[in-house]
């Protein structure tokens, strides 16, 4: 019996033991995470990092790999995604594709280990402006302090020999900082009195480069991770909605549409297509730049305030005057403010006024291509393809009867009628039981008010609206 129970309670042992082998052999493999940083440093860059990181912590992942390839770009964004990059609990890798620039060396220095392509380079970190000139020192100071401390977060070893103790770090601060400033001397690495760029064989030599690779496989293979499962984080598809609608060949499209839509509105009396068409174009150009931050509150107000300023002047005041140019400088305003980057003005002052002159050509230009292309289109209305039904094509031949003016409108003049359309400010009226086309000289008039009509000029009554006594 003894000898029964002892032959169970190892066979129980030996399932138990095979069933955790097995848990332990499917739990060998080891899954990694893979996005691409491959695009200038800005708004788009940072959403996939969080992104990317709110999916290796669902799926578990052993390791976040970052496909860097880029040439920099915003220093905030770049120290987002750095501080994201050091708080993680993942490990975390990057291989350097081709270049590691500036904002992208800060990316990459906070990651735990680096593998670069040979011919790959990393460093250039100065910041600069966006005509490529150094910005102020208090700007490069932060940017040497962030270097610094990015290196400094990989720690250190402490080596002692007989009586003396030497601090190693894994990754020297002074070449980081070198990489900003040109005036730091590291011996045998940056003594040359340029801003540091390192190669991908020079990196290695210097600890800044754990290895060289061609591929992420090999990157990999170096790293010592076997039997790797990977997952890669692709931009969803508000992201490339976004990257497409800020384009600047489509934020000129979008432009010409705002434009010629009010354009063609203020044309005809009523709200209709055009006014459609022009705050659908708005809104997808102020959608994209307000998400990305690019677009601030007070920007979208003064384009808001500017179309209603031009819908005032042209409804409610005769005439075209100050309100209208208000109301056009305004628009004008709230577009070109919101082509140019708000962290421009931070870094260049004053001198950041060349940004705004080139956003100001681009709303320009597209104001001149709408306007072409409006008169063109309202020439083709009713004539031609798939606009012939648009507008009415008929021919009035004088043969027939019919004349270009009504000489017997002169005989309305003094006349009251009531309006038979609202007049905003062109309508219909009737008077002596005859409808006519009619302008209100003064003001908008409702359907069934009492109108009066004060002149006839080129085949056009002019009314206002009379008291009711």
Known sequence: MKQLASALLLMMVFAVSFIFGLNAQSDSTTKVLVYEIKEEIAKPAWRS??????????????????HINTYGGRVDIADSIRTKILNSEIPVMAFID??????????????????????????????????????????????????????????????????????????????????VDPRMYVPGVSDTGQVLTLTAEEALKVNYCEGLAKDIPE?????????????????????????????????GLLIMLIIGG?????????????????????????????????????????????????????????????????????VLTGLTLSLVDNIVFEYEGLSALKFVARALLKVSVSIVLAFVLSIYLSHKVGTSGWLKGLGLDSVQQKSEGFVSIDSHLKD?????????????????VMID?????????????????????????????????????
């Open 98 to 179: 081709n270049q590691a620039i500036s904002a992208g060396a800060l990316i990459s220095i906070s990651c735990d280990s680096i593998y670069m392509r040979s011919g790959g380079s990393i460093g250039a970190a100065t910041v600069v402006s966006q005509s490529g000139e150094a910005v102020p020192d208090k700007y490069q100071s932060f940017m040497r302090s962030t270097m610094r401390a990015t290196a400094e977060a990989h720690g250190k070893d402490t080596i002692i020999k007989g009586n003396d103790t030497i601090y190693k770090w894994h990754r020297d601060p002074k070449i980081a900082e070198s990489m």
């Open 433 to 469: 039981n005859e409808i006519f086309d009619a302008k209100s000289e003064i003001g908008f008039i409702e359907k069934g008010e009492k109108i009066k009509v004060i002149k006839n000029e080129t085949g056009q009554l002019y009314v206002i609206k009379v008291s009711k006594t």
């Open 412 to 428: 309305f003049v003094g006349k009251t009628g009531e309006a038979f359309t609202v007049l905003r400010p062109s309508g219909r």
């Open 262 to 330: 009010i354009y063609f509105e203020l044309q005809t009396p009523g709200v209709g297509f055009p006014l459609g068409i022009a705050a659908i174009a708005a809104l997808l150009f102020f959608t994209p730049l307000y998400i990305e931050g690019l677009v601030e509150n007070w920007e979208l107000l003064v384009f808001v305030i500017g179309v209603i300023l031009i819908g005032v002047e042209v409804f409610v005041i005769p005439g075209f005057g100050v309100t209208g140019l208000l109301g056009i400088l305004l």
């Open 219 to 251: 990157v990999l293979t170096k790293a010592g991770i076997k039997d790797a499962k990977l997952s890669y984080y692709k931009p969803e598809g508000i992201e490339i909605f976004i990257r497409f609608m800020l384009s600047g060949v489509v934020q």
């Open 49 to 66: 990092t969080q992104k990317a990181f709110e999916m290796a912590e669902t799926d578990s992942v052993d390791y976040v790999l970052i």
